[in-house]
């Protein structure tokens, strides 16, 4: 991964939309593009994916929980 090719800000992550992107998710979880396409069309991605026709999508909220990644203000009991 070159250097232009880095994890996410905790600002990013929360600013993502509800599905986002195979690469974008790459980019959250530090996969590379090959790896993680290789990953997807394995079955061993470490999130659930979500098919749109040919194209993934990853859940905002699978990967905030692979990631342990929780919004920041008053917590309730879930």
Do not use: F, I
Not at 40 to 64: D, F
Request: overall charge positive.
């Amino acid at each position: 991964m070159s250097d232009d090719e880095q994890g996410m800000t905790h600002e990013e992550l929360m600013a993502l939309p509800v599905a986002v992107t195979l690469d974008t998710a790459n980019r959250a979880l530090l996969l590379g593009r090959t790896t993680g396409y290789t990953l997807a069309r394995c079955g061993k991605y470490p999130v659930p994916l979500l098919r749109h026709g040919r194209q993934y999508r990853v859940a905002r909220a699978h990967l905030h929980r692979h990631l342990g990644v929780a919004a920041e203000g008053p917590s309730g009991n879930e």
